[in-house]
């Protein structure tokens, strides 16, 4: 079992940037690895980055070049760096991780969630 607190959220304006942090309860360093989701009303919960266990990283195409996943394994913390945001980046950003051997896009393919973090983009 390991618990998942997400912190960072906020507003911000457009082609501003905010760091979101994912603190675990428990070490995650070998055995999981740990993803960025988001959800906007009235959308599906959809895959944002996520980092494994051998930081390999894998980013949804709407983020490639804005978006950077990294993890700290000393503070059991993941982060989601977000720069030039956009008002459709607006969402409620959940971390999720997984002890799965390979790396799931699907919110099913993560056992352990946070409670979320709204990030709003908007002048």
């Known amino acids: 079992q390991v618990q998942l607190v997400e912190s960072g959220g906020g507003l911000v304006q457009p082609g501003g940037s905010l760091r979101l942090s994912c603190a675990a309860s428990?070490?995650?360093?070998?055995?999981?690895?740990v993803g960025w989701f988001r959800q906007a009303p009235g959308k599906q919960r959809e895959l944002v980055a996520a980092?494994?266990?051998?930081?390999?990283?894998n980013y949804a195409d709407s983020v490639k070049g804005r978006f950077t996943i990294s993890r700290d394994n000393a503070k059991n913390t993941v982060y989601l760096q977000m720069n030039s945001l956009k008002p459709e980046d607006t969402a409620v950003y959940y971390c999720?991780?997984?002890?799965?051997?390979?790396?799931?896009?699907?919110?099913?393919?993560?056992?352990?969630w946070g409670q979320g973090t709204q990030v709003t983009v908007s002048s």
């Open positions: 999720a991780a997984t002890r799965r051997a390979t790396l799931p896009r699907a919110p099913l393919g993560y056992d352990y």
């Open positions: 428990r070490s995650i360093d070998s055995i999981y690895i």
């Open positions: 980092i494994t266990s051998e930081d390999v990283t």
